[in-house]
Nanobody
Framework: QVQLVESGGGLVQPGGSLRLSCAAS????????MGWYRQAPGKQRELVAV???????NYADSVKGRFTISRDNAKNTVYLQMNSLKREDTAVYYC?????????WGQGTQVTVSS
């Protein structure tokens, strides 16, 4: 089993920044395709950013140039730096990864972009 714990969400004004963290209960070397997803009210969960293979990354078009996914292997943590936030970025953000052919999700952290 893998546990993923997100943190760093909150209320921010449009144009502001937040950094989300996802702490894993095991070495993230063992977890494949770690990434961030989000779900806004009334909408389906969608990909935000993900590590595909090695250090390669993939981003949703809506966040390219504004969000950056990164990781600290020593801390078993994946980050999502979110800049130039927009109201439409408001959602619950979830961390995800694959290990032993199973998908694991964190509990989510709320991000609200509002003035």
């Amino acid at each position: 089993q893998v546990q993923l714990v997100e943190s760093g969400g909150g209320l921010v004004q449009p144009g502001g920044s937040l950094r989300l963290s996802c702490a894993a209960s095991t070495s993230i070397y063992r977890i494949n395709n770690m990434g961030w997803y989000r779900q806004a009210p009334g909408k389906q969960r969608e990909l935000v950013a993900v590590f595909t293979s090695g250090d390669s990354t993939n981003y949703a078009d809506s966040v390219k140039g504004r969000f950056t996914i990164s990781r600290d292997n020593a801390k078993n943590t994946v980050y999502l730096q979110m800049n130039s936030l927009k109201r439409e970025d408001t959602a619950v953000y979830y961390c995800n990864g694959y290990w032993a052919f199973s998908s694991f999700w964190g509990q989510g952290t709320q991000v609200t972009v509002s003035s």
